[in-house]
């Protein structure tokens, strides 16, 4: 599907097969000079044919297109080796940029995420299927790339419009919305999502995503903003009252995760079943593989978050940390 947003500014819808987000949406910026396409999707047919149909139909020149990367998940960058050509420039975050080759060609990086994940309780048989059953490696970018890296406040001017760069930590490390002051229009990426909850997750990068996440959040209120076209599903309009709902979101899952640990001490996968996932499976045993890491990972963030806000302390236990009150 695609739709013109504003003039000049179109949505391409990319689907993502067999995953509960169902699609990214890529946008497209003409001007008569250049095109800028806003994320790409993953590295696999269906996004390749439904991306390449739809810039044949805006009579998209890939010679004269440039790119902006919001950031280093595989659904918003996979696709992006098929399409760059050599006067292409990609926009990318300067932390995100530099890691790029560590998190897609990096078998060490890898191995730590493995071993963390075990010491915290996620089983060794269950990990490596939901990992390949993200799609993380299967879908991502097979060569390396060349990054036009770019900071907090740099600017982009594309035909009638002007945007700067507003970094928004939390969703992934280096994260960054385009601000567009004139228009007030935000492109929000993974970080304001209308209709689902972005998954603030664990990065080695970020010892506490939660609190970076909510520290974004705040920052973006303050924008003038009229409309959200954000990475997944509908765009909207009022960004204030979604912050909100996003807050409240996190609040009470955090209530949640103190709730379960007044009972028993607990390591983070166990945590990880006594909260509520808008999830389509009837019960933590039934989740997909794919799901299950990602919760584990937002479980993981949200317990660091409470660690550091010294409301709970962790300790190892035959070899697995656990989490009590304190």
Known sequence: ????????????????????????????????????????????????????????????????????????????????ENLVTSSSKIYFNYKEASMFNIFYFGDARWEELHTSYYLNGFPKDLLTNSISASGIQRYGP????????????YSIEIGDYSFRCIETPGHSPGHTCLYEAEKKILLSGDHILMNITPNIGFWFEMPNSLKEYLTSLERVYKLDVNLILPGHRDHGNDHRKRIKELQEHHQIRLNEILSALQKTEMNAFEVSSHITWDIDAPTWDKFPAAQKFFAFGETLAHLHYLEQGNLIQQKSKNGIQMFSLV
């Not at 699609?23 to 996004?47: A, H, P, V, W």
């Not at 991306?51 to 440039?66: G, I, W």
Request: glycine content about 4%; proline content about 4%; overall charge negative.
């Open 142 to 153: 097979k060569k390396q790339l060349e990054f036009h890296a770019i900071g907090d406040d």
């Open 1 to 80: 599907m695609i739709e013109e947003i504003l003039p000049n500014l179109y949505k391409i819808e990319i689907p993502i097969p067999n995953n509960p987000l169902k699609s990214l949406n890529s946008y497209l910026i003409k001007s008569q000079d250049r095109f800028l396409i806003i994320d790409t999707g993953m590295n696999r047919e269906e996004c390749r044919q439904k991306m390449f149909s739809s810039l044949h139909k805006l009579n998209v020149d890939l010679n004269r297109t440039d790119f902006f990367i919001t950031h280093i998940h595989v659904d918003h960058l996979g696709l992006l």
